[in-house]
């Protein structure tokens, strides 16, 4: 049925209002918007990227219907948490995978995973998660957000990395779906996430090039002052 039909199912009408991520998915806001429902944008939480439920919480009005979260990057949401909040206010709660999700290949990667977690030096690795299944390696580049971050991305490209930006912008500034919001923790991830590749068919040579490649540029991660 897809999240869309879900919501018309239960009942989610032009007018109501879904809570949904500020970071990533602007085709689910979209959707959300095509239905006649009006997308509020929460913030992410900052170790998994997904949906915040003391954020959720905080924008709840006599108006929210539902919420809808994304695990994000093979990671789950707190739905736990985001159900005791959807049961204090009587909210529908959903929750999907990314487009393009392979569970089927979550063993491998997650040894890929383990090895980079314990190998690599001045990027933060993801934290460690029961049932992360790594769709994409996430890392943040420190320093001065996003123009370290491309930097860093650029010199990776040119040693044959193949990385990319996960998200380019949040949700709320995208056309169709801008919003007077500031979402901090948002804006932060959207300058200084950077997916590695992390293929199930990868080599553990491989997985040690790519180590190295990001160790050997230590020097662009230094904050300018």
Same mark, same amino acid.
């Given at each position: #049925?897809?999240?869309?039909?879900?919501?018309?199912? &239960?009942?989610?009408?032009?007018?109501? =209002?879904?809570?949904?991520?500020? %970071?990533?998915?602007?085709?689910?806001?979209?959707?959300?918007?095509?239905?006649?429902?009006? $997308?509020?944008?929460?913030?992410?939480?900052?170790?998994?990227?997904?949906?915040? $439920?003391?954020?959720?919480?905080? @924008? @709840?009005?006599?108006?929210?219907?539902? @919420?809808?979260?994304?695990?994000? %990057?093979?990671?789950?949401?707190?739905?736990?948490?985001?159900?005791?909040?959807?049961?204090?206010?009587?909210?529908?709660?959903?929750?999907?995978?990314?487009?393009?999700?392979?569970?089927?290949? &979550?063993? =491998?990667?997650?040894? !890929?995973?383990?090895?980079? /977690?314990?190998?690599?030096?001045?990027?933060?690795?993801? =934290? $460690?998660?029961? +049932? !992360?299944?790594?769709?994409?390696?996430?890392?943040?580049?420190?320093?001065?957000?996003? $123009?370290?971050?491309?930097?860093? *991305?650029? &010199?990776?490209?040119?040693?044959?990395?193949?990385?990319?930006?996960?998200?380019? *912008?949040?949700?709320?500034? #995208?056309?169709?779906?801008?919003?007077?919001?500031?979402?901090?923790?948002?804006?932060?991830?959207? /300058?200084?996430?950077?997916?590695?590749?992390?293929?199930? +068919?990868?080599?553990?040579?491989?997985?040690?090039?790519?180590? +190295?490649?990001?160790?050997?540029?230590?020097?662009?991660?230094?904050?300018?002052?």
């Amino acid at each position: #049925m897809g999240t869309v039909g879900t919501l018309r199912s &239960a009942g989610v009408r032009a007018g109501d =209002e879904v809570v949904v991520p500020a %970071f990533g998915n602007a085709e689910l806001a979209r959707a959300v918007a095509e239905l006649g429902a009006i $997308p509020v944008f929460a913030e992410v939480d900052a170790a998994s990227y997904c949906l915040d $439920p003391e954020a959720v919480a905080a @924008v @709840v009005t006599g108006r929210t219907a539902a @919420v809808v979260a994304v695990h994000r %990057f093979g990671r789950p949401a707190d739905l736990v948490r985001l159900g005791e909040v959807a049961l204090r206010y009587g909210l529908l709660v959903l929750a999907e995978d990314e487009p393009g999700a392979r569970p089927e290949e &979550a063993g =491998e990667r997650r040894e !890929h995973a383990r090895y980079l /977690d314990g190998r690599l030096s001045g990027v933060r690795t993801p =934290e $460690p998660a029961a +049932g !992360h299944r790594y769709e994409r390696y996430v890392v943040r580049v420190p320093g001065n957000g996003r $123009p370290d971050r491309d930097a860093f *991305a650029r &010199a990776l490209r040119g040693k044959g990395i193949g990385c990319a930006v996960p998200v380019r *912008a949040p949700v709320y500034r #995208m056309p169709g779906l801008r919003r007077e919001v500031f979402l901090p923790e948002t804006e932060r991830a959207v /300058d200084e996430t950077l997916a590695l590749p992390l293929e199930a +068919g990868m080599t553990r040579r491989e997985v040690q090039r790519m180590a +190295g490649a990001c160790n050997a540029l230590g020097g662009l991660l230094q904050p300018a002052f």
